[in-house]
């Protein structure tokens, strides 16, 4: 857990482990592993379940990819999962970021299969277009709970536009996998749950 924390500031990353406060922080870390989050730690929206702080973002950070690569070096990851805040901000969403953060990582640890967890660029088909040229082995978008309860839990977000994103990923990379998490316990009901597996099988995602 210390080597981790060291490294982190070390390299002035930082981890969804710590800015979201995740309660399993120190199991993983005790294990070695960690999540990186990118393009800072200020969202810029505030979603319901999540405690990464809101506001105005700063700079975005060019150097920051190529630290997220040595980093996931120094760990000797098999598998490295990278996500970010979102920066709604920025023309790209941070896109471009994304891309070279996975380069990095290609070009420092050759053998490490790479999962981002992207937002949905507020729908923006080149955004994504950017991020899928890098080539992840995984593009995980969490649709979150189920329709009826986004504006409580995801108010700046759509739930058709996280299920077209999905689409749109499988479509650019028909031989990688696609994959999405939603939360239980917000008050969905079972038919809702089920529902939300449907749209996901549809869409060809592969990893629930």
Not at 51 to 74: I, S
Request: proline letters at 5%.
């Amino acid at each position: 857990y210390q080597r981790l924390s060291n490294l982190m500031r070390e390299q002035q990353l930082h981890t969804v482990c710590e800015e979201a406060r995740c309660p399993n922080i120190g199991d993983c870390w005790n294990r070695g592993t960690a999540t990186f989050m990118i393009l800072g730690d200020i969202c810029t929206r505030s979603c319901g379940f999540c405690a990464v702080t809101t506001g105005r973002p700063k700079t975005l950070d060019t150097g920051e990819p190529k630290r997220v690569g040595l980093a996931v070096q120094r760990m000797d990851l098999r598998h490295a999962v990278i996500t970010s805040v979102n920066r709604d901000d920025v023309p790209d969403g941070g896109a471009a970021l994304f891309a070279e953060t996975i380069r990095w990582v290609r070009r420092l640890s050759p053998r490490t299969t790479v999962e981002v967890l992207i937002p949905d660029f507020m729908g923006d088909e080149s955004a994504l277009t950017t991020v899928m040229a890098a080539q992840p082995e995984i593009l995980n978008h969490n649709t979150e709970t189920v329709p009826r309860l986004y504006p409580r839990v995801r108010p700046k977000a759509h739930y058709e536009r996280s299920l077209e994103l999905l689409s749109r990923a499988k479509a650019s990379m028909p031989d990688g996998r696609t994959k999405s998490g939603v939360m239980v316990g917000l008050g969905e009901t079972r038919d809702e749950l089920l529902a939300v597996f449907t749209d996901l099988s549809q869409r060809k995602v592969d990893i629930l």
